[in-house]
């Protein structure tokens, strides 16, 4: 049996309002690519490794799951685009409301973060322009360069829009609460909204209200398919990851919460500055304050109607001062919440966290990295109350 969680001292112990859910607690679980769902199936490992961090009114957010089979450009990553992958995310689902959290599911498109190996008829990945992120990507065949992507062209624009909004519809029938677009880290929605990347000539290149119009699309689509009190969206305007960057992150990411407030969505979510590394080579959590950098998140918490989840080198007490200064609404927790399944007990007892392993993060490995990060024993848990 979860306890019911309960603190008037700790604010990330307290309830909040996304959309729809009505949340007890204000840590949640952030989207963590695991390379376990084995030829694009989640694996029933998943059922355990999700439920161990489940949480009465908790919010957990899936790892980012592809839309659509060119979407893919990690080994095992699951998809939400056939009825075998919905049937393996039932059970999982279930298992979570057995806990009585919210499970949110990441829609994913890598764009040109992908390779020839990982396409259907070894064509090439897609992106907004001809242009390849720099560095080496890791693909069935072994580790290459990036390919030059290939642009989509406008008219193929609506099919892609099309695949969010069936990912949508996919991730409710498979039980989930509702979705998050994943507008972050340098994939397909990133490619469009930032300059570095996005040279087109046409309606979605050029000025800021043309770069944010395929984000746009995408989440009327989705919104019109699931309803908006069920919409999340995640943003990186800070991060360089892939070699996507803008110039002016406050014009554009101002921009789209303003288009994203008419459409009513339950939520957004940023990555701190900090995180610019977002599979975390930077932000020690011991050094993270989030108001000493000199970007800050404050300018897009105060633009959106919403609610407002901050995610990137967050520790308990950075959390704590985050949610007390009104900096955000929930903090999502990636590395701790991975290397620590009861998270949530132990930030509410001040209890030592377990550190993580980088080494089998992105392992195929059912058991090790996965499910087997110790709970704290009640010994412990006695000890640090
Ligand atoms: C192993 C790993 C996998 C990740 N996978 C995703 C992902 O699927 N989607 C996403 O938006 N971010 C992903 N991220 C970024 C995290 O959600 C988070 O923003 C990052 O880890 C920083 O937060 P932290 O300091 O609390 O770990 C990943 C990070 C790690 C370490």
């Not at 979860?2 to 949640?28: D, M, Y």
């Not at 439920?51 to 899936?62: E, H, V």
């Not at 990553?77 to 059970?91: D, F, L």
């Not at 069935?140 to 829009?161: C, H, M, N, Q, S």
Request: hydrophobic fraction near 35%; proline fraction near 7%.
């Amino acid at each position: 049996m979860v306890k019911e969680i309960e603190s008037e001292t700790n604010p990330l112990l307290t309830p909040w309002k996304a959309g729809r859910f009505q949340l007890a607690h204000r840590v949640v679980l952030a989207p963590l690519t695991r390379c376990r769902a084995l030829g694009t199936v989640p694996q029933p490992a998943a059922i355990e490794y999700y439920s161990q961090r489940a949480t009465k009114g908790g919010l957990m957010i899936t790892e980012a799951t592809c839309i659509a089979p060119e979407g893919h450009g990690y080994p095992e990553t699951p998809g939400i685009y056939t009825q075998e992958q919905i049937n393996a995310w039932k059970p999982i689902v279930e298992a979570v409301h057995a806990k009585g959290a919210m499970f949110i599911l990441q829609l994913w498109h890598v764009g040109r973060a992908s390779h020839s190996d990982y396409q259907p008829n070894g064509q090439l990945p897609v992106s907004s322009s001809p242009i390849p992120p720099s560095g080496k990507i890791y693909t069935p065949k072994g580790l290459k360069d990036y390919e030059v992507p290939r642009a989509l062209e406008e008219t193929e624009i609506p099919k892609v829009v099309d695949q969010y909004r069936r990912g949508a519809r996919n991730a409710l029938e498979a039980g989930f609460d509702g979705v998050e677009i994943h507008g972050a880290n340098g994939y397909l929605i990133d490619q469009f909204l930032k300059s570095s990347v996005n040279h087109r000539k046409d309606k979605y290149g050029g000025p800021i209200e043309n770069r944010v119009r395929f984000a746009l699309e995408i989440t009327q689509a989705v919104v019109d398919e699931v309803g908006a009190d069920r919409v999340g969206i995640r943003l990186s305007p800070f991060g360089g990851f892939l070699d996507a960057e803008d110039e002016h992150p406050y014009a554009l990411n101002t921009h789209l919460l303003e288009e994203l407030n008419k459409l009513g969505i339950a939520y957004v979510h940023f990555i701190e500055p900090r995180a610019i590394h977002s599979m975390g080579v930077a932000s020690p959590h011991a050094e993270f304050n989030f108001q000493r950098v000199d970007q800050n998140l404050d300018v897009f918490r105060r633009a959106f109607h919403g609610a407002f989840i901050a995610a990137g080198g967050h520790s308990r007490a950075s959390g704590i001062a985050a949610i007390n200064a009104n900096h955000c609404d929930a903090i999502a927790y990636g590395r701790p919440y991975l290397a620590n399944p009861d998270l949530v007990k132990r930030f509410e007892i001040d209890a030592p966290l377990n550190k993580y392993d980088r080494s089998t993060f992105y392992t195929q490995d059912q058991k090790v990295g996965y499910t087997d990060y110790p709970f704290l024993s009640e010994a412990q848990a006695g000890k640090a109350a």
